[in-house]
């Protein structure tokens, strides 16, 4: 009796932490991902999602756009998601999992300032079916985390909230030079007091990042590693986007990806071991988007083509729909992590190939 107590006392803890404990299931293998979904536009591409077999989807925001305060109008707009057929095959082939962004936390480029945030939470929990009990449902902020497989071969998925907490963006990008690539409007935020998670989600991130696992794949809404181009981005508050680099390399946090989306194309973006802000390890950041609403290449302002400045891209960026895959290959010695951008039909438009023991930092001498 004492021994199952102490596993329910075990589990109770692990649940009020936000985080699920790994079994003995089948390791993850295939994550597919992607952000930036036209609820009221039709949506083919789940097809090429569902033929990837993934065991779970990860909606990294503007799942649907919503940009209202009436809860009502919000609902409606969820219900239009529930209703494509293409999303109705995924959630019938495998657990969907989801963090927010601006359009569908309710108001476009928002942070903590929008005022209905308590009650879309809760309509963003509905929609996708979180349970009564889940820490969610209690505490501020849709961020969450939990690990799959077994020993050996266990992932952890850490998805943020960074728009609950979020301060006021500042305006006033300076451009650049001519040539150099398209920005955006927004200027680096330096304020000691302007956070991108709020306290107690910093709090919750430090614990999880000393959570074991093998691999640690963290979503975010926005691009975590691109900190040039001047739109939504960490970069908008680099004190804030140091913070998350020194907590990775001060928790001993091995096996780091990021996947985010927002910017309506995809492209592959990596922080050098040796950067200032590095970690010993190279970051790897995937961003995947839209799932059908592509940027159309910048035509709307009258450019054919524009390229965005991001020093760390690797490869090139892909403008059209687009979804994310995280395949591993868990029977090789050294485990196989093959980070991918498809386009609609499934093929492979970009990808990142790494060995697991890429991502680990060398060992300090004794």
Not at 189 to 199: C, F, H, P, Q, V
Not at 328 to 343: K, T
Request: glycine share 10%; aromatic share 10%; proline share 5%.
């Amino acid at each position: 009796m004492r021994v199952v107590l102490r596993g329910g006392i075990i589990a109770l803890l692990l649940a009020l932490a936000g985080t699920a404990q790994a079994g003995d299931e089948a390791p993850l293998s295939r994550l597919a991902f992607g952000s930036c979904a036209r609820q009221d536009r039709p949506q083919p591409i789940w097809d090429a999602v569902v033929e990837t077999r993934p065991q779970r989807f990860v909606f990294l925001g503007d799942n649907i756009y919503a940009d209202t305060e009436d809860m009502d109008v919000m609902r409606a707009k969820y219900a239009l998601l529930a209703r494509q057929p293409g999303f109705q095959k995924l959630k019938q082939t495998c657990p969907v999992l989801a963090t927010w962004d601006d359009h569908d936390y309710g108001a476009n480029d928002a942070g903590a300032e929008y005022p209905k945030k308590r009650e879309s939470q809760q309509v963003f929990l509905d929609f996708f079916e979180v349970p009564k009990d889940d820490p969610r449902r209690s505490r501020e902020g849709v961020y969450f985390a939990q690990v799959f497989g077994p020993k050996g071969k266990r992932v952890q998925l850490i998805l943020l909230d960074g728009r609950y907490f979020r301060s006021r963006l500042k305006k006033g990008y300076q451009p650049g030079e001519s040539g150099e690539g398209f920005r955006g409007k927004y200027r680096p935020n330096n304020k000691a007091n302007a956070t991108m998670l709020g306290d107690k989600q910093w709090d919750w991130l430090a614990e999880q990042l000393k959570v074991p696992a093998e691999l640690r794949i963290i979503g975010s809404g926005v691009q975590v590693v691109a900190d040039e181009h001047g739109s939504e981005m960490w970069g908008n508050f680099p004190r804030e986007r140091r913070r998350l680099f020194r907590l990775i390399r001060d928790t001993n946090a091995n096996g780091v990806v990021f996947l985010s989306g927002d910017r309506h194309l995809a492209e592959i973006s990596r922080l050098p071991a040796d950067h200032a802000d590095g970690v010993g390890y190279p970051l790897f950041d995937v961003t995947s988007s839209s799932l059908n609403a592509p940027s159309g290449n910048f035509t709307k302002s009258g450019i054919r083509f524009a390229n965005e400045i991001n020093s760390y891209r690797v490869g090139l960026t892909y403008f059209d729909v687009n979804f994310g895959n995280v395949l591993i290959d868990w029977e090789s010695a050294d485990p196989v992590v093959r980070l991918q951008v498809r386009e609609e039909k499934g093929g492979v438009v970009l990808q990142q190939r790494l060995k697991l023991s890429q991502l680990r930092a060398p060992k300090q001498p004794q």
